[in-house]
């Protein structure tokens, strides 16, 4: 079973901090990584993508690859309340076509 | 507005009972999903439809039958509803460009199915 592992947390920030968002996957294959918020009752909307090793930065958002430990993070710069939401890590794991598994996403809370 | 759309966003029926869900996405995108969120938000891909072709069909029971008319379309009908398809139902699309799996993909607003 190909598995995307995140802290369902809450995790808790206090605003201004950063807050750092972890994820594994299971599949050495996978290519593909993506960052999704989703705010409560609403849909994922996408925050990041990355499909090389390294830092990759947008913003006060950067996503962080390192596919030797089959890791992904996500820092939130200078948090704020309205970054309060559940972050989903995706992994495509199967090639060819845009097939995402999803992590169970970490609550995030900036007050 | 361009956007992936989804009809109803409220679904409360009984047991039993046959439903559908319409999705319309006018991004111009050639692929189309559908996933479940269940009580946990857990969200998991249950269809994807590729220039009206099926390619993604995982463990899902034959009561959910997916339908794509074309391209900018793709229905869910659900026949013999149980309490355990109470979820949130999301239609996303995707263009599919590299054909290596980076397409990014677009959601819905979701629909909100209760099986009481």
């Known amino acids: 079973q190909k598995e995307v592992e995140q802290n369902s947390g809450p995790l808790s920030v206090p605003e201004g901090a950063i807050a750092s968002l972890n994820c594994t996957y299971s599949?050495?294959?996978?290519?593909?990584f993506f960052w999704y918020r989703q705010y409560s009752g609403k849909s994922p909307e996408l925050i990041m993508s990355i499909y090389s090793n390294g830092d990759k930065e947008d913003g006060r958002f950067t996503a962080q690859l390192n596919k030797a430990s089959q890791y992904v993070s996500l820092l939130i710069r200078d948090s704020q309340p309205s970054d309060s939401a559940t972050y989903l890590c995706?992994?495509?794991?199967?090639?060819?076509?845009?097939?995402?598994?999803f992590g169970k996403g970490t609550m995030l809370l900036v007050s | 507005d361009t956007a992936v759309s989804q009809t109803p966003k409220y679904l409360v029926t009984q047991m039993g009972n046959d439903k559908s869900i319409k999705c319309e996405q006018n991004?111009?995108?050639?692929?189309m999903y559908w996933y479940k969120q269940d009580s946990k938000k857990f969200l998991k891909i249950m269809f994807s439809y590729n220039n009206k072709e099926l390619i993604i069909n995982e463990t899902v029971p034959n009561r959910f039958s997916p339908k794509s008319p074309d391209k900018a379309h793709l229905n869910l009908h659900i026949n013999s509803l149980e309490l355990g398809d109470s979820a949130v139902y999301f239609c996303?699309?995707?263009?599919?460009?590299?054909?290596?799996?980076?397409?990014?993909?677009?959601f819905g607003p979701g629909t909100r199915l209760l099986v009481l």
């Open positions: 996303a699309s995707s263009l599919r460009t590299s054909g290596r799996g980076q397409e990014t993909q677009y």
């Open positions: 599949d050495r294959g996978s290519q593909s």
């Open positions: 991004l111009g995108h050639d692929t």
């Open positions: 995706a992994v495509n794991i199967r090639s060819g076509y845009s097939t995402l598994t």
